[in-house]
């Protein structure tokens, strides 16, 4: 049955022709149709950081609108059971993109039905890159350029970049930059250089080896007799 439906038998004598006599009326009620309605999809997240609730966008419908729930991780190609159940589920922690169902089962006897799969991205871990170093220079002559000879990879790969410059290399000084080359002008001390790379969404910052520009002093003055 689809609908619900109420029925009577009617009662006839084969041998006077007398009736019909009526029974009682029975109503058969049909539940509505048992769904298990949808979850909000999810946003990528950064590595190792705990994502949002994973909740209902529409909830479970039909039946007896009496259910209980039991959440599922998918784990190497097999649906495992977390042994959480409630209307929602709050993952940890990941490090790795994870997939997620919940099965929702009728109280009435109505069945049980599985919600759609929510899978959360997660990014690679943000690695640094490499900058290269630079020939030593003379006293107040322009040095080569610094570059980048390895990309950073991981975050949700776009990147924005702040070069940093000192000459102790305690008391550091930004120097902008937002390229992954750096010209420095005229120097006059042996002065140290790194790049900061940030990911965006929030990934987190890192920052790359550092490389010395070595500045020659020059000789000293001599008095030539003649």
């Known amino acids: 049955l689809l609908t619900s439906n109420s029925y ?12 019909p006599k009526y029974t009682n ?4 009620q049909v539940l509505d149709e048992f769904l298990p ?14 994502p949002q609730q994973i909740d209902f966008e529409s909830p479970p419908s ?14 190497d190609g097999n649906w495992v059971l977390l042994n959480e159940f409630g209307q929602s589920y709050q993952p940890n922690q990941l490090t790795e993109s994870s997939n997620y169902q919940v099965f929702v ?6 069945g049980t039905v599985w919600s759609n799969e929510v899978v959360i991205v997660v990014y690679d871990s943000l690695q640094t890159g490499l900058i290269s ?28 970049y702040e070069w940093f410059e000192s000459e102790d290399q305690i008391n550091w000084n930004s120097i902008g930059g937002d390229n992954v080359e750096y010209q420095s002008g005229a120097l ?28 020659n002093p020059l000789p000293d003055t001599v008095q030539v007799l003649g």
């Open 37 to 50: 309605g949808q979850l909000y999809d999810q946003d990528p997240i950064c590595f190792n950081t705990i």
């Open 105 to 110: 089962t009728s109280e009435y006897g109505c």
């Open 188 to 215: 006059v001390e042996t002065t140290y250089f790194y790049l900061n790379y940030t990911s965006g969404s929030d990934c987190g910052t890192v920052s790359s080896n550092i490389t010395e520009l070595i500045v």
């Open 62 to 75: 039909g039946a007896n609108e009496d259910y209980s729930y039991n959440w599922v991780v998918l784990d």
């Open 25 to 28: 009326q029975v109503e058969i």
């Open 133 to 160: 170093n630079v020939d030593p220079i003379c006293y107040d002559e322009v040095p080569g350029s610094i570059i980048e000879i390895t990309s950073p990879i991981g975050g949700d790969g776009t990147y924005t």
């Open 8 to 19: 009577r038998l009617s009662v006839t004598s084969d041998v006077f022709g007398c009736g």
